[in-house]
């Protein structure tokens, strides 16, 4: 069976972004393909992050995965720190990869002018660890957002390159395009993210949803209540996009054009079709939160077939580069 595999990282709390992104097609392709899902907290380790509140992410994280219908029974669910290999095969594929490749990472950039006090050398090999997330479970469908991308086709050009050295070994990922590959945050103009107190928390009640809301940019030719807008340029009808039943889109489209329809209107009915999805994900979790010991259960089965797979890659691996004797059959001295 074809595997698929992605990560997110436990770098504070999931917002709709990441629910769209990456959790919505992640319980589609559990139905179509092997599916390995990660808690990557070594790459959250580049933020440096206060340890508890490190470990208390991973659990939240997990919660929002499994509430948003990641099946464990389907999907193998673990945290990256629980298998060894990804660190192994990441200081492998390193030494296979020209800085030059890394120095192109237009991550690596808007990443380190967020955090100009702590530019450290895994912020930059992040790609590289990345890498091996997918390759360790020769993963050859990879969802990815728009600003992974570049390191997908960094990732293809390792394997290639792996291939090309040491004998073909390692399939090649092909990208998986999200249906909402850039969810933008409440400022209207960057990315929402975890870290940019720019989002909308999956996990926030309705109240608290509206509340964000009213502060959401929207279009700015409505001043006022009165003046016309232009809902193609407007963040918060973007959201409805995803969240809005055609006919009210349509409804609201017109009233925003006409003026019929205020801004406030506008976010109060997108706050409601926001809660028909974040309501049930609100309420699993919840139910999760009074079982930690199914939750630990969960991860421990998780990370088990996570090292039982990762372990046949590395061995192969080993093999290739000469670590250790080459596999049986393998052609390789
Ligand atoms: N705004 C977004 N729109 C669409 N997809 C998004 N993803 C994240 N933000 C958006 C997708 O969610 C998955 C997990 O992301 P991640 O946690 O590994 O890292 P990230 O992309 O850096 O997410 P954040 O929220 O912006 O985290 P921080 O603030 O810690 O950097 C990925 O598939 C990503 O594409």
Redesign the pocket.
């Known amino acids: 069976m074809v595997r698929t595999m992605?990560?997110?990282?436990p770098?504070?709390n999931l917002?709709i972004?990441?629910y769209?992104?990456?959790l919505v097609n992640w319980v589609a392709l559990q139905q179509q393909y092997e599916a390995f899902f990660c808690v990557?907290d070594l790459?959250?380790l580049t933020?440096r992050p206060d340890p508890v509140a490190l470990r208390r992410a991973v659990r939240e994280v997990t919660i929002g995965i499994l509430a948003s219908g990641v099946d464990p029974d389907r999907a193998t669910l673990f945290v990256q720190s629980h298998v060894p290999q990804h660190a192994e095969l990441a200081w492998i594929l390193s030494c296979l990869t020209p800085l030059g490749d890394l120095n192109r990472m237009t991550q690596f950039k808007d990443?380190s002018g967020n955090q100009p006090e702590n530019i450290n050398a895994g912020l930059f090999t992040y790609p590289i660890l990345q890498t091996a997330d997918i390759v360790l479970y020769r993963a050859e469908r990879v969802?990815?957002?728009?600003?992974?991308e570049q390191h997908l086709e960094l990732a293809r050009e390792t394997v290639r390159r792996f291939n090309h050295v040491y004998g073909d070994t390692l399939p090649e990922p092909q990208v998986v395009k999200?249906h909402?590959?850039?969810?933008?945050?409440l400022d209207g103009e960057t990315?929402?993210?975890?870290?940019?107190n720019n989002?909308i928390g999956l996990f926030e009640t309705a109240e608290e949803t509206l509340q964000k809301l009213r502060g959401a940019k929207t279009d700015p030719a409505r001043l006022r209540r009165s003046d016309p807008g232009n809902p193609e340029v407007c963040n918060v009808f973007a959201w409805h996009g995803f969240f809005t039943p055609a006919a009210q889109r349509a409804e609201i489209d017109a009233g925003c054009r006409s003026a019929g329809l205020g801004c406030v209107d506008c976010k109060k009915m997108l706050a409601a079709n926001l809660e028909q999805v974040k309501g049930p994900i609100r309420e699993r979790a919840a139910v999760l939160r009074e079982h930690p010991q199914r939750l630990d259960e969960i991860l421990a089965a998780g990370a088990a077939k996570a090292r039982a797979a990762a372990e046949v890659t590395m061995e192969l691996v080993r093999g290739r580069i000469g670590l250790r004797a080459a596999a049986a059959g393998s052609g390789q001295p």
Request: hydrophobic share 25%.
């Open positions: 992605s990560g997110i990282q770098t504070g917002h972004g990441n769209l992104g990456a990557v790459h959250a933020q990443k969802p990815v957002g728009e600003d992974q999200s909402a590959p850039r969810v933008m945050g990315k929402m993210s975890k870290s940019r989002e």
